[in-house]
């Protein structure tokens, strides 16, 4: 059956139809004729896709030279801060004991600072919590049992701690313990979702402006409780623990009575241990 | 169906399937929007038109004078009929439940048979559905058998129109191909399912052919006892024969005259219709509805963003003990892992001498102090067969020489060895072996210098590779022995410079 599918004749529209009619006639013998003896040509859309594809693949090579540029110059600039940060912490642990040992010789007393860092864990589940209590450990983000989050000290924030008191344990982690939490336990906030941090994209993504573009530099700024500590726990979403393995001592008791809650300075370390 | 402006030329066949020579241009209703929506509406309506009004007897379940008993006679308060003697009395009348009564709202025959439709509506679906009847694909899905038509529209003679016997419109069917149709119309009589049985609507079957025709001089008397054949005329064209059923895609049979009249009856979009007064085609909303060729158009696709790709979440993996996910994060932990295995081997050596000097034993060598002193040997060797062969020729010397301070030059920059064998080649005689396979040495140690350049970055790749680096050092020296075995003495001694050289960095 013949197809009667319109054969490209679009400015026909002024020609007599007695014109047409022959016109018509002839153009489509003479099409029979010539299809007979050609090959069969490349359908067009190919030949339109595999042009884009080829201009798609150059800028792409482009894009990726860049970007591969680029990321050597950050992995170097990440190997570089990741030294100094080590010598960082080693040089103040070393301070420390130098101070200390010094002020013993003159025969004085050194008293080091203040602790400025604070990891609190809720211990206590949801149910009947006073309503104070219950503000505060939503504005600590510590919505759950055994959720954890790293906390800047100061006048405010102790005060926050006596109010929560006996929902919480909190103390100063070391080193040792803030690179478990955010190497194992790190989860970022991205978009309101709970992220894995699996690379440094993820950081830099985020943290670009406060200059923290990689894992160490966000370790570096939660230890030493720095300007952009804020935005720093801010990005890290709280840290949902285990329950601590050979268990609590007594939930209901300040830790100084010979239970849990509360602040156990440096003790909060050996707890993590347990419990990350 | 793309709407362009062209109109193909159409061929009549005459009553023996053979195509005449005349052409006409398709008429534009052809080109009209197919509106199945509107056509089936339509269809819906019209169909509604023909109908006969039935109703119940206004006086059916009326006709007794019941009264209700009221309570306390123990039985409903139903109204029930009056008086004795009879089965009837005491029988529960008028209510649609009871039997004998009347129906629940008996039907009326001022109920609202006929509908009227816009007679734009009406011109619309007709449009459409002639369309449609132009499309091969949409009179195939309908059932029609097509296959061996000879085009679509199929448009014939004027001749079939004089036809008066039934036999010369068989066998001009027959001709042209649609004896098919009819054919299958035969096969699907049957009796109809359901009560119309007894309605006299016993038997049904399928449509056949519909045949258009311009002026009727005998056709229909020819076709009319076709089974299946519909016949009508042009100025009186029926949505309920164009589209049976609300489905467009007749097969239809067209006679020259009443083709040609189409452009009259419906007129194109630039001129009106003459025989509907201001009738103008309607307007497609797409004027190009081929959506593969759309989608692929650059015009669309300029303005598109790219697709947004679902990005597969990625297994988080703990950095603390599975290293490949640590270096991803913090590079430098290669070097503080690497560090930290060498302590323990060193302290752990120094332990064992420890103990070895109480007790008195010599310990053996370990591995890297065993390949330092091969080195040395193999170093010792190679310099005094190079000083054997200074004795013998002393010419290769002098020429060898300007280039050892470009020979180190270039050991230091990697990637290019290439150039090497070029220089090397300027010594003629046998130094023109010699230094070329100096050149091939030199590059190799340049390449192996390079790689130890690389090392600080790179060793950490796996920590337990530290054995590597003096490894590379010993393959240095020890490509280094087989070359001077074949060189002149002048390059070894350059290699010599820089392979002392290296082991300082």
Known sequence: MVDTQPKEKPAQKEKTPAKEKEEGKKEKKEKRRELGKKLPAVPESVLKSRKRRDLAKAARVNVALKKRTEYYKKRKEIFKRAEKYVKEYHSRERDEIRLARQARNRGNYYIPGEARL????????????????????QLFRLKQINNGV???????????????EPYVTWGYPNLKSVRELIYKRGFAKVRGQRIPITSNAIIEK????????????????????????????????????????????????????GGDFGNREDKINELLRRMV | MSLSAARPLISIYNDKNEPLGTTVALPAVFKAPIRPDIVNFVHDNMAKNH???????????????????????????????????????????????????????????????????????????????????????????????????????????????????TKQAVVFLRRIKAWADIQKVYKSRRFRAGKGKMRNRRRIQRRGPLVIYGQDQGLTKAFRNIPGVDLINVSKLNLLKLAPGGHVGRFVIWTQSAFSKLDELF????????????YNLPMPKMANTDLTRLLKAEE???VLRAPIKQKRSVKKLNPLTNTRAMLRLNPYAAVLKRKAILTSLQSRRKRQELLAKKRGITLEPTAAEARARKLQEQRRAAIQKAKAEKA????VEKEEKPTPGKEGKKAKTPAKGDKTPVKGAKAPGKGGKAPAKGGKAAAKEA????KEAKAPAKEAKAPAKEAKAPAKEAKAPAKEAKAPAKEGKAPAEETKKVAEGSPKK
């Open chain 1, 118 to 137: 604070a990891f609190v864990i809720r211990i206590r589940g949801i149910n009947q919590v006073a309503p104070k209590v219950r503000k505060v450990l």
């Open chain 1, 150 to 164: 790293f906390i800047k000290l100061n006048k405010a924030t102790i005060n926050m701690l006596r109010i929560c």
């Open chain 1, 206 to 257: 985020k943290l670009s402006k406060c200059n923290i573009i990689c894992i160490e530099d966000l370790i570096h700024e939660i230890f030493t409780v720095g300007d952009k500590f804020k935005y720093a726990s801010n990005f890290l979403w709280p840290f949902k623990l285990n329950t601590p393995t050979g268990g609590w001592r007594k939930k209901t008791n300040h830790y100084v009575e």
């Open chain 2, 51 to 165: 109908r006969q009004p039935y109703s119940v007897n206004k006086d059916a379940g009326h006709q007794t004078s019941a009264e209700s008993w009221g309570t306390g006679r123990a039985v409903a308060r139903i109204p029930r009929v009056r008086g004795g003697g009879t089965h009837r009395s005491g029988q529960g009348a008028f209510g649609n439940m009871c039997r004998g009564g009347r129906m629940f709202a008996p039907t009326k025959p001022w109920r609202r048979w006929h509908r009227r439709i816009n007679i734009n509506q009406k011109r619309y679906a007709l449009v459409s559905a002639i369309a449609a009847s132009g499309v091969p694909a949409l009179v195939m899905s309908k059932g029609h058998l097509i296959q061996d038509i000879p085009e679509l529209p199929l448009v014939v003679d004027d001749k079939v129109q004089e036809y008066s016997k």
């Open chain 2, 267 to 278: 007129g194109s979009w630039r001129k009106t219709s003459k025989l509907k007064k201001g």
């Open chain 2, 300 to 302: 669309i696709r300029s």
């Open chain 2, 392 to 395: 013998k020729k002393p010419k």
């Open chain 2, 447 to 450: 390449k192996v210098l390079g």
